[in-house]
């Protein structure tokens, strides 16, 4: 069974739902003969890093409120986060352009440590708020994850490696998702936004038990909480 998720470095939704599904696939009997596929995909893809920034003060000036009126507005996602058992630090998180930081993930792909990537990549940005757009901190991963740093080099800026993501990100716009976290389920289905641990676990029961028959119901679901492409969370 093949499953592909979307997800962006700076979404905080998606590493809820990463913890989620996973704490799922652990107890899913058939765990093992499951393909799954991370792809790249961009919330904010013209956003300058700025380390003088917090995600809230950015979002702050950008919807004209006080950076305290976001914090109590994503208060509720500290506390998600918490029952995920995922230490989140959102309220020094910087502005970053997660660009570098999808290099890194194709790079993880290729060498067999997405998931790895992934969740290092989130702990760093989310937890120890570092500049994850910054390349001495992602050799610094990338050694973290027992990957080549000399072919990271080499692949950095490398045109099969941006190719790499543009092809998830034109995987994406031909989907229509506007959305992330986004877990599609075998051509069957798709689950949109984060969703909690008893939801994951019916979507791979449904997606194992129609893997060969053409269902395309994706209304099972109710979308989960998302950030989406106009900058908003929720």
């Known amino acids: 069974m093949k499953l592909e998720i979307w997800s962006d470095i700076n979404c905080p939704f998606c590493y809820i739902a990463k913890k989620n599904f996973e704490k799922a696939l652990h107890r ?10 991370w792809r790249s995909y961009q919330l904010y893809p013209e956003i300058k890093t700025n380390q003088d920034s917090t995600y809230f003060s950015y979002l702050a000036e950008r919807d004209e409120i006080t950076v305290e009126d976001i914090a109590m507005e994503y208060e509720f996602i500290q506390e998600m ?34 998931s790895e990537a992934e969740e290092l990549l989130f702990k760093s940005y ?21 990957l080549n740093k000399d072919e990271f080099k080499l692949a950095f800026d490398s045109k099969s490696i941006e190719q790499l993501i543009l092809d998830d990100l034109k995987r994406a716009k031909t ?15 798709s689950i949109q936004g984060s969703q909690d641990e008893s939801a994951f676990i019916k979507a791979l029961e449904k997606a194992w038990n129609t893997a060969a028959e053409d269902n395309t119901d994706d209304d099972l679901f109710e979308k989960g909480l998302n950030c989406s492409i106009d900058g908003s969370c929720n």
Do not use: C
């Open 81 to 114: 986060a918490d029952d995920a058992d995922i230490k989140m630090n959102l309220a020094n998180a910087r502005v970053i352009n997660t660009r570098n930081a999808h290099r890194l993930l194709q790079f993880a792909k290729i060498n067999g440590k997405s």
């Open 126 to 146: 989310f937890d120890l708020n570092l500049n994850i757009d910054k390349p001495d901190i992602l050799l610094e991963l990338v050694e973290e994850l027992n």
């Open 175 to 189: 989907l229509g998702i506007n959305s992330v976290p986004h877990f599609k389920f075998n051509e069957n289905f």
């Open 28 to 37: 899913f009997e058939h765990k093992s003969e499951i393909e799954i596929e």
